[in-house]
């Protein structure tokens, strides 16, 4: 059984970049009804036990479309809470040096984030992620997530669905994603996802039931 983690700070923890009540809908209505649903699937195709992972990897080995969307959706939410901080850092360390190869600064990684998920037509995520290349920020559409793209470890990834937003930034997706950049986006959490795709502790994986109260 998947289950939903509490978030990982208050409901008002990062307004003003996003308020309680868009934190409320999303994480209470969305992010519940996806772990809901794929439970109810998985339980279906008998893959109750799997952990999330191993259940999305299955889902799309099977061509099982609606498994899939749910699982994934429910594992990049999870993603999503941890990937924001109401007291966000600014990037160090191997990572800040990474940034630098890729882009420039900081603030060229901002304008490519900004860009890409601006950009994105529709619905899905935007990423900023390790590959064998180095850094690169990446979209997914609608409930693709990583999980299922081989040698590419997320390091903070960006809701793009309009109910991420709308309620804060009615139609301006560029301005949400400015804020979030500036206001919320975890570095620590990222400079831990960056480590361990180069083999130093552990990547992130969704919570299972012991681990699920923030
Ligand atoms: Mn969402």
């Not at 109750?48 to 429910?74: K, S, T």
């Not at 309620?167 to 997706?173: F, G, T, V």
Request: aromatic share 12%.
């Amino acid at each position: 059984m998947l289950v939903l983690p509490d978030l990982p700070y208050a409901y008002d923890a990062l307004e003003p970049a996003l308020s309680a009540e868009t934190l409320r809908v999303h994480h209470d209505k969305h992010h519940a009804a996806y772990v809901e649903k794929a439970n109810a699937l998985a339980g279906k195709a008998g893959l109750g036990d799997r952990p999330l992972e191993d259940l999305i990897l299955e889902a799309r080995r099977r061509g099982d479309e609606a498994l899939f969307n749910n699982a994934a959706q429910a594992w990049n939410h999870g993603f999503f809470w941890r990937s924001m901080s109401p007291q966000p850092t600014a990037p160090s360390g191997l990572l800040a040096a990474a940034i630098e190869r890729a882009f420039g600064n900081l603030a060229g990684l901002k304008t490519r984030f900004v860009e890409e998920g601006s950009g994105h037509f529709g619905s899905g995520w935007v990423w900023l992620a390790a590959t064998a290349a180095g850094l690169e920020v990446l979209s997914t559409h609608d409930a693709d997530d990583l999980v299922t793209h081989g040698d590419t470890t997320p390091l903070i990834g960006c809701d793009l669905w309009e109910h991420a937003y709308y309620l804060d930034y009615k139609n301006d997706r560029p301005g949400f994603l400015n804020r979030w950049f500036d206001e919320a986006a975890d570095w620590t959490f990222a400079e831990r996802q960056f480590a361990a795709a180069s083999g130093q502790g552990e990547v992130w994986r969704y919570p299972v039931a012991a681990e699920a109260q923030a």
